[in-house]
């Protein structure tokens, strides 16, 4: 008989390659995942992984029996959704992972309205990269968590995941004040505060400020590779400058004059700021919400859904349609 626990080894080493990534994201020595593995194939009877160089590369065998691994973890997540189901009222821990800006504006709303609603639940919210969510999720570090991707940065499919769509934000590029605006017969110059007209053409808008220093996340996050492949698709690469992750001190930086950048809409909320002129692009940031195939019927993680949907400012609401 397989063994439930070593499948989900095996299942990790497909996504991460590695032995030593595999025991770091599970918290076990790489000692114990080879001897786990190793059983597992005494298991099968036949060979399920063979050694290239420091990386381990499934055989065909091992990779259809990857395939199963993820049918049987989907079930067992369904069988855990119908008994907490059954058990009635909701309690325990809900581990949430999410990113800044809907930690920020999003996320404390919809805790209110799940502390009034079940009071016996417990959610302990860990502001995660989008980029880290799905090996959190398989690992079993998170039950839920809010993902993003950007119209130049499509999300991967990811075997084990299931995501569902919560919002659309606008873009924007950021730039000093006393920049000239790259076409200033357009109504979509949104001065100090979000444009509420139609997007400008963002290839000429970006492509004028092509040679200014850029300001940028750190390289290895979505909103990075967004700001690099956008620059790109205008016809140049961006000479960046500083890479700050908080969009805040982002604007702060266009504000000091130290560069342009590109930010979703939630990062331009509050005061609107004299100094910055925020001009709005033909470009989307899509956040949904993401959980362990199989999950989507528990009820902590349906109850967290619906409150963090009803949190969505309405301002925000209008983009569902399209995602």
Request: proline content about 8%; some cysteine.
């Amino acid at each position: 008989m397989l063994d439930v626990r070593r499948l989900r080894l095996l299942r990790e080493l497909a996504r991460r390659g590695t032995i030593a990534a595999v025991a770091e994201a599970l918290a076990f020595s790489p000692s114990a995942v080879s001897q786990q593995l190793g059983v597992l194939e005494r298991e099968a009877g036949l060979p399920l992984l063979e050694r290239t160089g420091r990386r381990v590369r499934l055989t065909p065998a091992g990779q259809n029996l990857v395939l199963h691994a993820e049918a049987v973890l989907e079930r067992l997540e369904r069988a855990d959704a119908d008994l907490a189901a059954a058990r009635g009222g909701l309690s325990g821990a809900l581990r949430i992972g999410a990113f800044p800006t809907a930690t920020r504006a999003i996320v404390p709303a919809a805790l209110v309205a799940l502390a009034r609603l079940h009071p016996g639940l417990e959610p302990m919210v860990r502001e995660t990269d989008p980029a880290e969510v799905a090996h959190a999720l398989r690992a079993g570090d998170l039950d839920v968590a809010l993902v993003h991707t950007y119209d130049f940065v499509p999300a991967a499919r990811e075997p084990g995941l299931t995501t569902e769509p919560l919002y659309g934000e606008a873009m924007y590029l950021a730039v000093p004040a006393g920049d000239a605006p790259a076409d200033s017969d357009s109504d979509s110059d949104c001065g100090p505060g979000p444009a509420s007209g139609e997007p400008s053409g963002q290839g000429p808008v970006l492509w004028a400020h092509a040679d200014a220093p850029w300001i940028t996340a750190t390289p290895g996050t979505l909103c990075h590779t967004m700001t690099v492949r956008a620059c790109q698709a205008a016809g140049f690469t961006p000479r960046v400058r500083h890479r700050v992750d908080e969009f805040a001190t982002v604007l702060a930086l266009v504000a000091a004059g130290q560069g342009v950048a590109v930010v979703p809409q939630l990062g331009v909320t509050g005061p609107a700021d004299p100094a910055v002129r925020l001009t709005r692009l033909a470009m989307q940031r899509r956040t949904g919400l993401a959980f362990r195939s199989g999950a989507r019927t528990h009820p902590a993680v349906a109850a967290f859904g619906a409150a963090l949907r009803a949190a969505v400012p309405p301002d925000l609401a209008g983009s569902r349609a399209a995602q």
